[in-house]
């Protein structure tokens, strides 16, 4: 069974940084993307990030581009998002996802329970 899990949120001041880890097992494919989600209150889950590792593509939405990086451990498979510049608008829970159906990004099929980021001004 996949298993996601996030981690590396917490409480940060305007400006501050945070690095996320999205630390995924139970399969063993090699073409896969991984994404992160974020959702905060009241408002609808939005795709923040994602990463094929069929070529390496990367994905940002325009509110963070710039300011976070997608990227993966290739020792052991662990993907990370390193936030930069945070701002208020970042605060929200997030989570990551797995595409193993296209391995584009899209078809997210497994979900993680998300870690929750807050950025104060």
């Known amino acids: 069974d996949v298993q996601l899990q996030a981690s590396g949120g917490g409480s940060v001041q305007s400006g501050g940084s945070l690095r996320l880890s999205c630390a995924a097992s139970?399969?063993?494919?090699?073409?896969?993307?991984i994404g992160w989600f974020r959702q905060a209150p009241g408002k609808e889950r939005e795709e923040v990030s994602c990463?094929?590792?069929?070529?390496?593509?990367?994905w940002y939405t325009d509110s963070v581009k710039g300011r976070f990086t997608i990227s993966r451990d290739n020792a052991n498979g662990t993907v990370f998002l390193q936030m930069n510049s945070l701002r208020p608008e970042d605060t929200a829970v997030y989570h990551c996802?797995?595409?193993?159906?296209?391995?584009?990004?899209?078809?997210?099929?497994?979900w993680g329970q998300g870690t929750l980021v807050t950025v104060s001004s």
């Open positions: 139970g399969f063993t494919a090699d073409n896969y993307a």
């Open positions: 996802a797995t595409d193993l159906i296209t391995h584009y990004c899209s078809n997210w099929d497994k």
């Open positions: 990463m094929s590792n069929i070529d390496g593509s990367k």
